[in-house]
């Protein structure tokens, strides 16, 4: 795909999850990796329902920008997925989508895996969810966080702030992080029903059935 259509795909994916509610205001980033390991990326203060594909800066792989925006603050975190997962991230998506922020500010959840294996999709989608804790918005220390788990997680979320996905690529991270959304939302519709949640055998079985990357699961 050439870096227009991909500018342009960022955008239609941004608008999608503006429209939807998954984000708002100017919250939120993406960034895509290119064959040349340089990396498009949302700019600073914009709008995932108004963003224009030449606003995108490119960030080529020695730190030079390209563009007449200012990339968001939150690059260092989109470059430490890059660097730590290597050939199995084409894609980073963080927004601060309002049931997963709120499952973020639960006492007492297993900061391993925030996520209640609920349903098969986020197993599939995410494996175990890790939380990190809370970080001033733009401190390269989430980045150092995140370099921190050696690759071994595809999914974050960020304490009072937010959920981060990368996957292979832009529309698998998508619907990645719009699957956290959706477990988040069950998480909290469910938190005093004591709901029933997969049992070890049936997670094992989902694995195996597709094949799911194990160091990313961790049972």
Do not use: W
């Not at 999850?17 to 203060?45: A, E």
Request: overall charge neutral.
């Amino acid at each position: 795909m050439t870096e227009s259509k991909l500018r342009e795909k960022m955008c239609m994916f941004a608008s999608s999850m503006f429209d939807r509610g998954l984000t708002h205001g100017s919250t939120g980033n993406i960034s895509v990796r290119l064959n040349n390991d340089d990396i498009l990326v949302t700019p600073s203060g914009s709008s995932f329902g108004r963003l224009d594909p030449n606003q995108i800066v490119k960030v080529t792989k020695d730190g030079k920008l390209i563009g007449n925006s200012t990339p968001t603050k939150e690059l260092p975190l989109h470059q430490a997925f890059y660097e730590t997962r290597g050939m199995k991230s084409g894609a980073v998506v963080h927004l601060h989508s309002t049931h997963s922020v709120a499952l973020s500010m639960l006492p007492d959840v297993n900061e391993d895996n925030i996520l209640p294996s609920f349903t098969p999709y986020s197993i599939m989608l995410l494996g175990k969810v890790k939380l990190l804790p809370f970080f001033v918005p733009g401190d390269p220390a989430m980045g150092e966080a995140i370099k921190g788990l050696a690759g071994k997680r595809s999914a974050v979320l960020l304490a009072n702030h937010g959920p981060v996905v990368s996957g292979k690529d832009l529309e698998s991270s998508v619907n990645a992080i719009e699957e956290l959304e959706a477990t988040a939302k069950l998480a909290l519709i469910l938190k005093d029903a004591k709901p029933i949640e997969l049992n070890e055998n049936q997670v094992r079985s989902v694995i195996n059935k597709f094949n799911i990357d194990l160091s990313l699961i961790h049972i």
